[in-house]
């Protein structure tokens, strides 16, 4: 019933930007939003979230490079993606938090080439 679809995802030089983005369906009340990304070998971390209030938290090495937002009209998340490296290759997922419950999306491909 649930259903969240990333897209935005593919292949971008080191230095360039991307911009993902997540769309909620099923689901009306939206307490928070993240992004989290696991790349080969290692274990899926947190990379930005943001409370139905605004507030946001950022994992340190996104700090200034990432930024999320949301809207709440259309029940969709962004992440802007700046000053790639090949270490922000991984796999985005997004995810949310609603009535203490998580969902999760299929995720998206990101790769950084040097």
């Known amino acids: 019933q649930v259903q969240l679809v990333e897209s935005g995802g593919g292949l971008v030089q080191a230095g360039g930007s991307l911009r993902l983005s997540c769309a909620a369906s099923?689901?009306?009340?939206?307490?928070?939003w993240g992004w989290y990304r696991q790349s080969p070998g290692k274990q899926r971390g947190m990379v930005a979230l943001?409370?139905?209030?605004?507030?946001?938290n950022y994992a340190d090495s996104m700090k200034g490079r990432f930024t999320i937002s949301r809207d709440n009209v259309k029940n969709t998340v962004s992440l802007e993606m700046n000053s790639l490296t090949p270490e922000d290759t991984a796999v985005y997922y997004c995810?949310?938090?609603?009535?203490?419950?998580?969902?999760w999306g299929q995720g998206t491909q990101v790769t950084v080439s040097s």
């Open positions: 995810t949310i938090r609603s009535s203490l419950h998580n969902y």
């Open positions: 943001i409370t139905n209030t605004g507030v946001t």
């Open positions: 099923g689901i009306n009340s939206i307490d928070v």
